[in-house]
């Protein structure tokens, strides 16, 4: 796991200026960055985010970007089942890789609002089993 610091932004309000950490900030703006792997920790912040802009604005589409190897497929699902029962459009895009697990929430997205920055990738692969080995045609019993 690398480490990074997670960069501040201040902007200027009417009360004065704010300083929030920069997903805080995509979040006020209806966006939603996963640029990590997804495990049960991440889907839940995931999941918490969705449901809040739902809330928060029903009408209002959710725009989420991808930069995922993928991961845990409970969690994935659990995500994209939350991308489907909310209210607002979720409109993804890939920026950097999107891999395995992760591409589902890529095509889980809105019909029409999907999309691949011009330097994206998209890796598909054959679906594996836990602890098996082999073409999947051959692991079929």
Known sequence: M??????????????????????SRLLSDRIVYLGTGIDDG???AVIAQLLHLANDNPDAPISLYLNSPG?????TLAIYDAMQFVRPAVETTC????????VVLLAGGAAGARQILPHGRVVIHA??????RGAVPDLIV
């Open 71 to 75: 991961g845990s497929i409970p969690a």
């Open 95 to 102: 920026v950097g890789q999107v891999v395995a697990s992760a």
């Open 42 to 44: 991440v889907a839940n």
């Open 127 to 132: 679906p594996a089993t836990e602890g098996g």
């Open 2 to 23: 690398s480490s990074y610091t997670i960069p501040y932004v201040t902007t200027r309000t009417n009360a004065g200026e704010r300083t929030v950490d920069v997903y």
